[in-house]
């Protein structure tokens, strides 16, 4: 047996021990959804463990296999991870969420099993988590390894993003994060079970003000092939609307209404001009005005989901 293996055999039984050690809390609970992933959960498992040890950190790797149809259950098995066995697939979103449900250490940490993510950012990220409620890595701009063909359309739909939360987001669904318990958990009700997870828990803790930070990262080259569609990028879109309207209401109504008296005034301008005063001047002017008292009842309802969240998970005085 070589060195590297005797090592990770000797950190996989450190891991067993701790685990079944009576009271023992983990600092960090790193959860690995996998659909099909044979060629690659053994590995990022094993890559997980080994940066996690060697920088001290004490940890549990929950891997989630998504009702697979390849051999990825007994590879996750065989990794020594705790494994949750989904018996029919139900997307990336329903994996992490039956993840957290059983994961116990009061961070939570998600990476994709295809190899994509190194797990050497881990140690950086858990410590940026000392200040922020969600760290993110980063695949920047240039987004290098992702595939050509879905660079604009990310590049769309994190601008899109940005400007409707009001943040600039870089990088809207990186796999690739770590999250403190108390401000993932009282989210988890709105989380879809699809890919959209990421990108519906960004949106949910910006628009909460909650503190979000990136980390730039590499992002490597998949193990096996993308599981993504070129229909999901409509549904990306949709889904950011949607959540823009949930948390930040006025930021749809108030532009909405704007167009609509703009139109309208124009218009009725132009009707004075030619002395014929016309239904659509008025129904523009009336719509906005609709539009922003819809808005302003929508943000106040906004307010107070916010308000009565906050409070049911504040910490106890």
């Not at 080994?50 to 920088?55: G, K, M, P, R």
Request: charged share 20%; with cysteine.
């Amino acid at each position: 047996m070589g060195s590297g293996a005797l090592e990770g055999s000797r950190q996989l039984a450190a891991s067993r021990r701790l685990a079944k050690h009576p009271g023992f809390q983990p600092e960090v609970s790193v959860i690995i959804p996998a659909y099909n992933e044979e060629g690659a959960v053994e590995a990022t498992v094993e890559s997980v463990r080994s940066e996690l040890s060697n920088a001290g950190i004490s940890h549990e790797i929950i891997v989630v296999n998504d009702g697979s149809t390849d051999d990825t259950l007994e590879r996750a098995k065989a990794s020594g991870a705790t494994v949750v066995n989904m018996p029919h697939n139900g997307g990336y979103g329903r994996s992490l969420k039956a993840g957290i449900a059983v994961s116990t250490a009061p961070l939570i940490a998600i990476l994709d099993a295809d190899g994509t993510y190194k797990a050497s950012y881990l140690p950086e990220m858990i410590a940026m988590t000392a200040y922020n409620d969600m760290v993110v890595g980063d695949r920047g701009t240039a987004m290098a390894g992702v595939p050509l063909v879905r660079r604009p359309a990310k590049w769309v739909l994190n601008r899109t993003a940005g400007v409707l939360a009001g943040h600039r987001i870089t990088d809207l669904n990186s796999g690739l994060r770590l999250f403190r318990r108390e401000a993932l958990e009282q989210f988890v009700p709105l989380l879809p079970d699809a890919f959209s997870f990421t990108t519906t828990i960004t949106l949910c803790m910006l628009a909460s003000g909650l503190r979000v930070a990136y980390l730039p990262i590499a992002y490597g080259k998949r193990v096996g092939h993308s599981k993504m569609r070129a229909r999901d990028f409509w549904n990306f879109m949709f889904l950011v609307f949607r959540l823009t309207v949930y948390f930040q209401p006025l930021r749809i109504y108030l532009p909405a209404g704007l167009l609509l008296f703009l139109l309208g005034f124009f218009k009725g301008v132009y009707d004075v001009y030619i002395d014929n005063l016309s239904e659509t001047a008025v129904l523009g002017l009336l719509g906005a005005v609709l539009l922003w008292a819809l808005g302003l009842i929508a943000d106040m309802i906004a307010r107070l989901n916010l308000r009565t969240t906050a409070r049911l998970n504040s910490p106890p005085v």
